[in-house]
Structure formats: structure tokens, C-alpha cells
């Protein structure tokens, strides 16, 4: 079994995707797409920035939704990508609806409308506590739990991503966040890196991003994906359009279960998966995670 990984928010640069636009019509009509779409100047902002506006919430999940899949449509148009050569799909966060929408869940306007949501009703959610992510390298989620117990006190933090052995990032308040160094040193853990993001993902703190979105998703027309879609919540392979709707509401509040996904995957049978751009920390997070998997490198460039 082959499987494309898809990224999530984080692997944004300026200038993605823009070598497959240059090069294949196919690609660059998603990114025009795109803008005719959303009524907002999302070419020009990947490839001139300024990077300020290209990490804000808002704009960065559209443009990595919309790059991911221009860099498989230039790819497809030079001969080196066949759909049918994959069997399932998976992505970090944002890449879960990438994941859908390569695989036929909902259409690309559709899922384009449904990330551009998904990013203002997460960066509304944001502005209303003030709250951060930060990640504890070198915890295993026991160690991350209890930090959480420590640190919390009368406010919210909690285990929001499960990325690889080692590699646990924590969401919460800001108040919160700031004891988590001390807490963090009691459990022995090496380091904390307080993340550049808008706000506590994967966090009750979203609970009025799953609200809008649960709206935003039932006037979505779908239909079941061709392949199995693994989803971050439950870190298993989902086909049923009602569960998807509700899986992916869950998300933006409930842990990304990464590791556990791409353990998933290998005990099922996957031996090779593909990372499109933009990024390469799906790639490096499967190395831990599940060695028995080869990663294949889709760079935009040899289309």
C-alpha cells in the first residue's frame, strides 16, 4: 500500500508552488482558481509575502491547501503522478482537508471555501483568549499529561499534538503556558519551545472554530473518498461521509494523533508514502515514527 501525506500549517514559505505554476499551466490555474474563489489576491501573497500576511491563519491554510494540490496537478500534467498509484491519505491538520479533497470527499472550490473558514473561524477563536502552543521535546504523552496537571491550575492546557516519540506539543492559555518551563524541568523534560502561532489549536479553547465549522461542513456536499482518509482524531481510516463531517469539526478542538497515524498505517500494510510540498516534516516525523515506511520526496521542480 502506497500513501500520500499531506501538510498542515507551519510548512509555508514564500514562493510555494510557484516553480510548478511556471512550468504547468494545470497548476497555476488552481492558484487563479483559487483567487476568483476567495475574492482575495492569494497568488501574490505566496509569491511575494510579506511573510507576515502568508503565516497568519487566515491566508496560510488556504495557500498551503491550494499549493499542495497545484505541485500533484503540474506533476500529473508532466507524467510523473498517477492517483490510482495510492491507496490511502492522511495529513497533518489542515492536510486532512487536502487529504479529502485529493481524494474526492468534496470538490476543490468546496474544500477551498471550507479551509478558508476553517482559518478565520480559528483565528476569531484565537483573538478571544489570549493562548499559544508550545512544543516539549524529548516527553513521551505521560510526561506531557503531567505537565499538564502541574502547569494548568484554574485554566486550559492541554496534550494537542502527538507528533513522533519525543515530540509532544501542549495548547493552552497563556497563563497556563507560562509555567510549563517549571513544570516541564520537575518531568525531566530537555526543552520547551513556545511555537509562532495564533492561538491554542487542538484546544477546548476552539470550541467556537468547531462550532462554525460544524455549520460550514453540513452545507458542504460530499461524497465517500475513493481511498481511506486516516483521520487525525481517532487515527484510523474513515470512509463514511457522516463520520467525516463529525471527525473533522472534533480536530480543531482533540489531539492530532500523528504517531499513532503513521503506525496505523505501516501495520496495515503501507511500505512507500509521498509528501507533496510544501515542506518536509511529514517526511522526517515517518523516519521516527514508522521506520518500516519509505518516504518519497514529490518536489515541485522535476516537473
Not at 492546557?157 to 497563556?174: F, K, R
Not at 507560562?178 to 511555537?195: K, N, S
Not at 481511506?228 to 469539526?249: G, K
Amino acid at each position: 500500500m502506497r500513501a500520500l501525506l499531506f501538510p498542515g500549517q507551519g510548512a509555508q514559505e514564500i514562493g510555494m508552488g510557484m516553480l510548478a505554476c511556471a512550468k504547468h499551466p494545470a497548476a497555476r490555474d488552481l492558484f487563479l482558481r483559487a483567487d476568483e474563489i476567495l475574492g482575495i489576491p492569494l497568488t501574490r501573497i505566496v509569491r511575494e509575502g510579506p511573510g507576515e500576511d502568508l503565516t497568519r491563519t487566515e491566508y496560510a491554510q488556504p495557500a498551503i491547501f491550494v499549493t499542495s494540490l497545484a505541485v500533484l496537478a503540474g506533476r500529473r500534467a508532466a507524467g510523473l503522478f498517477e492517483d490510482a498509484s495510492f491507496q490511502a491519505a492522511a495529513g497533518l491538520s489542515l492536510g486532512e482537508y487536502t487529504a479529502h479533497c485529493f481524494a474526492g470527499t468534496f470538490s476543490f472550490e468546496d474544500g477551498l471555501k471550507l479551509v478558508r473558514a476553517r482559518g478565520l473561524a480559528m483565528q476569531d477563536a484565537a483573538t478571544r483568549i489570549p493562548s499559544g502552543m508550545t512544543s516539549l521535546v524529548g516527553a513521551d504523552p505521560a510526561a506531557a499529561e503531567r505537565v499538564c496537571a502541574r502547569a494548568r491550575g484554574a485554566g486550559v492546557l492541554v496534550v494537542a499534538n502527538l507528533n513522533a516519540p519525543g515530540q509532544v506539543v501542549l495548547s493552552g492559555d497563556c497563563e497556563a503556558l507560562a509555567r510549563v518551563p517549571e513544570a516541564a524541568t520537575a518531568e525531566g523534560i530537555r526543552r520547551c519551545i513556545p511555537l509562532s502561532v495564533a492561538g491554542a489549536f487542538h484546544s477546548p479553547l476552539m470550541a467556537p472554530a468547531r462550532d462554525a465549522l460544524e455549520a460550514a461542513l453540513a452545507a458542504t456536499t460530499m461524497h465517500a473518498p475513493r481511498i481511506p482518509i486516516w483521520s487525525n482524531v481517532t487515527a484510523a481510516p474513515v470512509q463514511d461521509v457522516t463520520t467525516i463531517r463529525m471527525l473533522l469539526a472534533r480536530q480543531v478542538v482533540e489531539p492530532v494523533r500523528w504517531e499513532e497515524t503513521m503506525r496505523g498505517l505501516e501495520a496495515a500494510g503501507c511500505h512507500e508514502a509521498a509528501e507533496p510540498p510544501p515542506g518536509r516534516v511529514l517526511s522526517a516525523l515517518a523516519r521516527k515514527c514508522a521506520p518500516g515506511i519509505a518516504m518519497l520526496a514529490l518536489p515541485e521542480e522535476e516537473a
